[in-house]
């Protein structure tokens, strides 16, 4: 099986997860706190859609993005599978493709980056597009001859900021990135409801607030 494996770039490379429909924070985040340039490579780990306001504008973002010549690396996520039966019929053709054609992991020489894991208990865990979507728990013992030193970075599961922190800091295998950033519009939190981007050379935690007017 072909793997989807992207050189890795000169410039900086980032990783975001789990926009769920902030599009104002989503796009703070590329544009004005990490200030994207068209040298960089940007991850993006599914949930683009559905709990917040702006799921067909992040969409929209993302497919703009990728027109301009921005390189934006997007992954499929179990929201994305949602969103297109309850949807499709209603999304213009050129989000539909975008979202049909996301792949459901990209790799690089150090990461492998999946929206919700990897089933390990298979002799190639990128043949499982299910448990990349959904997950198996994180109890399943890593191969790491498959790994050979690489990262997995993931999002899916709601992790604290001091959890995410700790997770890069100590550079496990598995890196958990998604803040929750919806939660914000319902609750609030000091520890969650922030949207996360990773500088994946430098190792370092951006954070953004949600800055999404609160629909609920």
Not at 16 to 21: A, P, R
Not at 51 to 64: A, D, F, K, N
Not at 140 to 145: H, K, M, V
Not at 169 to 193: F, H, V, W
Request: glycine share 8%; aromatic share 12%.
């Amino acid at each position: 099986m072909k793997r989807n494996i992207i050189p890795r770039g000169n410039k900086r490379r980032f990783a975001i997860s789990d926009v769920h429909g902030c599009i104002e924070t989503f796009k703070t985040l590329v544009h004005e706190k990490i200030a994207l340039q068209k040298e960089d490579q940007l991850f993006l780990l599914g949930d683009y859609v559905n709990r917040g306001p702006g799921s067909v504008g992040v969409l929209e973002e993302i497919y703009t993005l990728i027109s301009q010549g921005y390189q934006v690396y997007p992954i499929r996520g179990n929201h994305e599978d949602k969103f297109l039966e309850e949807f499709g019929k209603k999304l213009s053709p050129a989000h539909k493709e975008l979202i049909e054609s996301m792949p459901y992991y990209y790799e690089t020489e150090d990461f492998i980056f999946v929206h919700a894991g990897l089933n390990f208990t298979l002799d190639d865990p990128l043949e499982d597009t299910k448990t990349m979507k959904w997950g198996l728990g994180f109890r399943i013992e890593p191969d790491y001859d498959f790994l050979d030193g690489k990262k997995i970075i993931h999002g899916h599961v709601i992790t604290s900021l001091s959890e995410i922190f700790d997770a890069v800091m100590d550079q496990t295998t598995y890196i958990p990135i998604d803040n929750g950033c919806y939660r914000s519009l319902k609750y609030e939190e000091t520890a969650y409801g922030t949207l996360v981007a990773l500088d994946l050379n430098e190792m370092r935690m951006v954070v953004q607030e949600n800055v999404d007017i609160k629909k609920y």
